[in-house]
């Protein structure tokens, strides 16, 4: 698939915010229903959200464009992270500090299967160590199979568990780490 990967732009913020409604839903577990996943885009992934994601010195968001079409994004935290369990996942997992959180990770699922991802991670833990980053953390659902398999494939190993809420629902995710400046194949 030829895509560019590219760090986003305001003026792609109605493009991610129609991204995300369409692609977080693919990522959750059948009990979260159409309206919690509905809320949490609106409380998380709204065009405003966005806006302030791409004004914070402490975010990056890449973008993946076919055609001039947004197909897949990213968000980096650069931040430390401040919740107890990934704090313990982190140290017990010895991961290099400074660490950034790979915090969203979506394509379109027409992009699915292409290498996009592949290609997406890499510009994502090569932006994480061009900000000072050591390693890079992730949470994914506990049931997201194939989100996981993905993620040990490009280097990530199992850490901990954090808990994660969307609606109603409580989920305990895992905390995934990689760290950077390793040459992976």
């Known amino acids: 698939m030829q895509a560019s990967i590219s ?13 995300a409604a ?25 065009a405003e959200r966005f806006r302030g994601y ?4 402490t975010r990056r968001v890449l ?12 968000l980096l935290v650069l931040a430390p992270p401040s919740d107890p369990d990934v704090l313990e996942a982190l140290e017990s997992g010895r991961v290099l500090w400074p660490s950034a959180e790979l915090n969203k990770f979506y394509l379109h699922p027409e992009a699915h299967g292409s290498g996009l991802a592949g290609r997406l991670i890499e510009a994502a833990a090569g932006a ?8 890079l953390w992730l949470g ?11 993620y040990r494939k490009s280097g990530f ?3 901990g568990r954090r808990s994660f809420q969307v609606g109603a629902h409580i989920f305990r995710d895992l905390i995934m780490v990689r760290q950077l400046g390793i040459v992976r194949q």
């Open 140 to 150: 994914v659902n506990n049931r997201n199979v194939r989100a996981q398999s993905f």
């Open 7 to 19: 760090p986003a732009a305001l003026e792609n913020v109605p493009g991610l915010a129609e991204l």
């Open 128 to 135: 994480a160590e061009s900000a000072g980053a050591r390693s």
């Open 54 to 57: 791409l004004s914070d010195e």
């Open 22 to 46: 369409v692609t977080f839903p693919l990522a959750c577990p059948p009990e979260v229903t159409p309206e919690d996943s509905a809320a949490f885009v609106a409380a998380h992934l709204s």
């Open 157 to 159: 190993q199992t850490s």
């Open 63 to 74: 973008v993946a464009r076919q055609d001039d079409r947004l197909i897949g994004y990213c």
